[in-house]
T-cell receptor, first 113, second 114 residues
Framework: QQQVKQSPQSLIVQKGGISIINCAYE??????FPWYQQFPGKGPALLIA?????SEKKEGRFTISFNKSAKQFSLHIMDSQPGDSATYFC????????????FGKGTTLSVSS | GAVVSQHPSWVICKSGTSVKIECRSLDFQATTMFWYRQFPKQSLMLMATSNEGSKATYEQGVEKDKFLINHASLTLSTLTVTSAHPEDSSFYIC??????????FGSGTRLTVV
């Protein structure tokens, strides 16, 4: 059972465009929803995260939109740059101590210059 | 911010030998650490949850006798791949939860078994 479903699998965006990646979750006990960026051969790095008590969070060019009733959240990358080309993972976890992050399958983003 | 150091970053070993990977939390105490495995172009799959001073909890399908996890202190967890075979070749990544409830990841270890 895949607990976090991510789409699309790959995405090509022109420089300056908006990249949008979507995730849906099933477990209503999840209460922490981060997005990670990963470059080849590196560990994932936290981009931005949100808790279910807010519907949107913005940090620089990155915005998370969260829809609790639909159990969906998305990452928007504004003014996409070639340096943003990477694999992006959504994830979810519960606040209970000792619980791990569960990852989506990832989205490979390519920003063309 | 929280930093997790993982070593080695890459290792090549012969089939049948064992390899140890270390994961250290540098500026915080990590009661719980997690080990993930990532195959090329795939997502991170949780292998086990490591709790300081107690036995690790393994995910279904992960051989606990092959992947030995030790979490002897609040800053160090180790993963030993025993009797490694080519199919164990993968990218192994550790993670720790910091005091602010966030998760910090190590830089990963590329294991190649020849």
């Amino acid at each position: 059972q895949q607990q976090v479903k991510q789409s699309p699998q790959s995405l090509i965006v022109q420089k300056g465009g908006i990249s949008i990646i979507n995730c849906a979750y099933e477990n209503t006990a999840f209460d922490y929803f981060p997005w990670y960026q990963q470059f080849p051969g590196k560990g994932p790095a936290l981009l931005i995260a949100i808790r279910p008590d807010v519907s949107e969070k913005k940090e620089g060019r990155f915005t998370i939109s969260f829809n609790k009733s639909a159990k969906q959240f998305s990452l928007h990358i504004m003014d996409s740059q070639p340096g943003d080309s990477a694999t992006y993972f959504c994830a979810a976890s519960m606040k209970v101590a000792g619980t791990a992050l569960i990852f989506g399958k990832g989205t490979t983003l390519s920003v063309s210059s | 911010g929280a930093v997790v150091s993982q070593h080695p970053s890459w290792v090549i070993c012969k089939s049948g030998t064992s390899v140890k990977i270390e994961c250290r939390s540098l500026d915080f105490q990590a009661t719980t650490m997690f080990w993930y495995r990532q195959f090329p172009k795939q997502s991170l799959m949780l292998m086990a949850t490591s709790n300081e001073g107690s036995k690790a909890t393994y995910e279904q399908g992960v051989e606990k006798d092959k992947f030995l996890i030790n979490h002897a202190s609040l800053t160090l967890s180790t993963l030993t791949v025993t009797s490694a075979h080519p199919e164990d070749s993968s990218f192994y990544i550790c993670s720790a939860r910091d005091d602010n409830y966030g998760y910090t990841f190590g830089s990963g270890t590329r294991l190649t078994v020849v």
